[in-house]
């Protein structure tokens, strides 16, 4: 049983508006603080209430800044809310940022090994799983040398390849589908299929409303922090793209 | 916190690897390797025999070095655990960005690798007492110091974690703790022993300073042949409980708003 239920959730940023605090501001400054580095509030999620379960395929769309990529790392468990509870029921597999953190001096085969126990698997689960990456990602000899070493395209192939050999209950995807070159992204499509169809439950950020549709058969709008619709697939982006479309046109 | 605990074990594969990592780029980095990392306290000794034994004409330097030997090991530890770990959070942000993982894992990573370099400085200690001095006594006590070993390394994650959870909320911290740990270097009894700030009635510095009860208890042990002075075993013990429950609160206090200050 898989699950994500949040209930009247917040989340509130709050910045300072010239730069990050240092000790000595603070304590030189501690009265004044407030006057020369003032602090701004950015509400990102407002009064979320939402539900999805077991088979769903959730797409979030909507212009950026509308709090899409925050929703699915609250999800995740990455930021904490500040109002409300998110409840998530299942093993989560997140695909986002997910060229960061690499141990660069580290080779790509350990790597690897990084990323899968940073997933929660151990070193037996681990054997079974590292053949299968290392063949996905076609680096080669390269897995041998460190990361520092790879180029871009290199590092997200490895990325990409490490990241979808899990089995997880709950795929959260940030428009990842574009990796690699064109050999690499339909092999990378085509898993993403395959996972898409195994997962439990989906919920993917996508600008591109066709794969959306193709894929999710429910959708959320996401404006300002808000949703503002919530349904099945095809009516949400209906009406998204009716409220997109330039006025003048 | 028990709970946090638990989830730290779970993911040992993860940070294991990573301290070896770690460890592994340090020493591999050089054909020395090991030696390489010892080569700073053991030549701070040289320097310092020299000066003090044949400048000052004060002392034996066989006698002198393992117990500037045993304070540097000791407070090397406990001062890169500061400074290093200030930097905890700050390198492993990718992790903390993608997976809600205990974020007490990240100073862990940063302390043992910093307590296995100690376990090696520590190592080096007792040979130079046998060697230099023909006292095996170093070697007998050495097992009724374990608990004190391992109480170090709860300290030092202690501490690392309080200093990364410091430098993520004020982002000079770590500039602050280097000029203050290299204040701090001359005001513990690392390169002189804790009976020469008596002579001067100024013990009471060693007295207010966490640091000057561990190299005491190692210094005492290792080298006064009649194993652990029981008074400081407790004194250690409780200084290290004091600091883990500081870590335990600073965790559950500030944990949730790391991300939003990263």
Wanted: charged share 15%.
């Amino acid at each position: 049983m898989a699950a994500i239920e949040l209930t009247n959730l917040d989340l509130t940023f709050t910045l300072r508006r010239a730069t990050r605090l240092s000790l000595k501001e603070y304590l030189l400054n501690g009265m004044f603080l407030n006057r020369m580095n003032p602090k701004l509030s950015v509400q990102a999620l407002r009064n979320l209430n939402l539900h999805v379960q077991d088979g769903d395929r959730v797409g979030v769309i909507g212009h950026n800044g509308a709090g899409k990529s925050t929703l699915l790392k609250m999800m995740a468990g990455v930021y904490p809310p500040t109002r409300g509870t998110c409840r998530v029921e299942g093993r989560i597999c997140s695909l986002f940022d997910i060229t960061l953190g690499f141990e660069p001096d580290a080779t790509g085969r350990e790597n690897i090994a990084f990323r899968a126990y940073l997933q929660g698997e151990t070193p037996k689960t681990l054997q079974s799983k590292i053949a299968d990456v290392e063949q996905f990602c076609e680096l080669g000899q390269f897995l041998d040398t460190p990361v520092r070493y790879y180029s871009a395209g290199m590092a997200i192939r490895l990325a990409f390849s490490i990241a979808t050999v899990s089995e997880p209950e709950i795929l959260l995807i940030d428009e990842v589908l574009s990796v690699g070159d064109m050999a690499f992204q339909m092999k990378a499509r085509a898993r993403m299929k395959n996972l898409m169809a195994t997962a439990r439950l989906m919920v993917m950020v996508s600008h591109d409303l066709g794969s959306v549709k193709a894929m999710c058969n429910k959708a959320i709008w996401m404006a300002k922090g808000e949703i503002i619709a919530s349904g099945p697939a095809q009516e949400v982006i209906a009406a998204y793209e009716r409220a997109a479309k330039p006025i003048a046109a | 916190m028990i709970q946090h605990l638990t989830s730290i074990w779970r993911f040992r594969h993860f940070w294991l690897s990573l301290v070896r990592l770690d460890l592994r780029n340090r020493y591999r980095r050089s054909v020395l390797g090991i030696g390489w990392s010892l080569l700073n306290p053991l030549a701070m000794t040289a320097v310092w025999c020299v000066a003090f034994g044949q400048i000052l004409g004060q002392g034996d330097w066989r006698s002198l070095a393992p117990i500037l030997l045993a304070g540097m090991a000791v407070w090397s530890f406990l001062s890169a655990s500061i400074l290093q770990g200030c930097d905890s959070f700050i390198r492993s942000e990718a992790y903390i960005r993608q997976c809600p993982l205990p974020f007490a894992i990240y100073p862990l990573r940063t302390s043992l690798g910093l307590f296995i370099h100690f376990a090696i400085a520590l190592g080096a200690v007792v040979l130079a007492i046998v060697l230099l001095q023909n006292k095996l006594s170093a070697l007998t006590v050495l097992p009724m110091l374990i608990p004190a070993i391992l109480m170090m390394m709860v300290f030092g994650w202690c501490l690392a974690t309080l200093a990364s959870f410091a430098n993520v909320f004020f982002h000079d911290t770590k500039h602050l703790a280097e000029v203050l740990t290299q204040l701090m270097f001359f005001l513990t009894p690392v390169m002189y022993t804790r009976d020469m700030l008596d002579k001067q009635d100024l013990g009471w510095i060693a007295d207010i300073n966490p640091a000057a009860y561990f190299i005491d208890l190692f210094r005492v042990s290792l080298l006064g042949g009649e194993g652990p002075n029981m008074e400081r075993y407790l004194q250690c013990g409780g200084i290290t409980l004091v600091a883990f429950a500081l870590a335990c609160g600073t965790m559950a206090w500030l944990q949730k708003r790391v991300i939003f200050h990263l």
